[in-house]
């Protein structure tokens, strides 16, 4: 299918050219058409999938009956909102929009908090016919009264399921409250929790249900590796990755904002070009890390999970999971990061022993087996491989790490604590020339 068959006009399908899209993606072939007919949306689609143009597309069509030039702000009221969980996913919408808007003129904004706001007040009360905005900072904006919702046509919640998790409900549906009762309500989300299901329930008019992959489904394109490393180790094994791979780039993800400092002080010990951006930096560093990173001056961008939540660089070749996350949704969406739109891209996760509870909770949720594997010089621990063995985890799937390690791990973990070790390993589990002392 062509662009030039959704209905799109002249002054959109040329901005889409400049960005150098041929074909609609899957999501964008059938969101489109039901975005312009008015119709509400409940669209489940993984990040990477073109789902920001599934939505702004149509809706700019939508609004082109509004293009005009005035300078009055009373020309230009506000007739779409956009609401993100975070800055980063904000501020991507925003270009994007800036972007398809080229040759119609719309005008955009973009508010979040932690940048000053009366820059954003002044941008507002200009008149602005599209606004992305964080729900926070929304509010702060209709507290101040500088913008006014009582035109608003189009309302989309992009990644609803982030804003749930992240303890926007209350401000979501009071944003709701304050909206137009007739509007379109565009609802995005990598998941359809209950929550999510209730909450458009309660704001959607029989809403229409689009999924381009199954629920929380990975992207085929991405390959996914697993070692198992003790924690230790960690670090060590990533610098070797990123050297030995030939990374030109990659985010490599932590669980708390701690850690995420630790490992960027440790490797940049190692001689790498590595910046760590989380929700304790000032919003100011946090974007001129993000824009270095997306230009490719920077090589290692180590990130929380809230950090790097819609960060869209195109092209990036690697995803590291420095540690295992506690939630297997945030596996997908941090994997999510590479192999978009078509491209392919590895996503590697360094298990230690502690973390074999959320890897067999990944496999689980995306319904795929990952054997965890080994590298050289990093093997695992005898009491790791005992840990993943006696976990949920299925034995088959453990039992080629173990094959391809073998030696290696006899040598970290049995020289260190023979007997015990000799008796407990599971005689299966060991290549046939080990199966020395082993009792059941
Ligand atoms: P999104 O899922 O909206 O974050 O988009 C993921 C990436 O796909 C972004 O880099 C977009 O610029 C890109 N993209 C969106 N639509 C298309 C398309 N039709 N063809 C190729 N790339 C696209």
């Known amino acids: 299918m062509l662009f030039s068959e959704l209905g799109l006009s002249p002054e959109i399908l040329r901005a889409i050219e400049e960005q150098g899209y041929t074909q609609p993606t899957p999501i964008q072939e059938k969101a489109i058409p039901l975005v312009l007919s008015g119709k509400d949306l409940l669209a489940a689609a993984q990040t990477g999938t073109g789902k920001t143009a599934a939505f702004i597309l149509p809706i700019l069509e939508r609004l082109k009956k509004y293009a005009n030039n005035s300078v009055s702000p009373a020309m230009h009221p506000l007739r779409v909102l956009v609401l993100s969980p975070t800055r980063e996913l904000a501020d991507q919408i925003g270009e994007n929009a800036k972007g398809y808007t080229k040759y119609l003129p719309l005008r955009s904004a973009t508010v979040f908090g932690g940048v000053n706001m009366e820059t954003q007040v002044q941008e507002l009360r200009r008149g602005v016919e599209i606004l992305i905005a964080t729900p926070g ?53 990598a998941t359809f929790a209950p929550e999510i299901r209730r909450l458009s329930a309660d704001f959607m008019r029989s809403p229409q249900l689009v999924e381009v992959a199954r629920q929380n489904a990975t992207n085929d394109q991405v390959e996914q590796i697993v070692y198992a490393v003790e924690r230790s180790k960690k670090r060590h094994l990533l610098t070797h990755l990123i050297k030995t791979r030939e990374m030109s780039q990659v985010i490599v993800f932590c669980k708390t904002k701690l850690s995420a400092d630790q490992l960027a002080r440790d490797l940049k010990r190692d001689g790498l070009q590595v910046e760590a951006i989380h929700g304790d930096k000032a919003q100011g560093a946090r974007l001129e890390i993000l824009s270095a990173f997306k230009e490719g001056s920077l090589r290692v961008l180590v990130a929380t999970d809230v950090a790097a939540r819609g960060l869209d660089v195109s092209e990036l070749p690697y995803v590291v999971n420095f540690e295992m996350p506690n939630a297997a949704e945030d596996y997908v969406h941090r994997i999510g990061r590479t192999g978009r739109a078509g491209a392919t891209g590895v996503a590697i996760s360094l298990m230690s022993p502690e973390e074999t509870r959320q890897h067999a909770a990944i496999e689980k949720l995306t319904k795929q087996t990952l054997p965890p594997q080994t590298v050289e010089d ?23 790490a173990l094959m ?24 299966l589990l060991l290549p046939p020339r080990y199966k020395v002392e082993v009792s059941h």
Do not use: C, N
């Not at 391809?404 to 005689?427: F, H, L, M, T, V």
């Open 137 to 189: 900072r929304l509010l702060d904006h209709i507290q101040h009264k500088a913008v006014q919702l009582s035109k608003v046509e189009v309302l989309v919640l992009d990644e609803a399921d982030r804003m749930l998790d992240m303890g926007f409900i209350q401000d979501i549906r009071k944003i709701m409250s304050l909206l137009p009762q007739e509007r379109q309500t565009l609802l995005f989300s």
């Open 404 to 427: 391809a390690g073998g030696e290696g791990i006899k040598k970290a973990g049995i020289s260190r604590r023979r007997r015990k070790a000799q008796r407990e390993i599971p005689a």
């Open 378 to 400: 990093f093997w695992p621990s005898v009491s790791h491989i005992e840990r993943s063995v006696a976990s949920s985890h299925p034995r088959e799937s453990v039992l080629p």
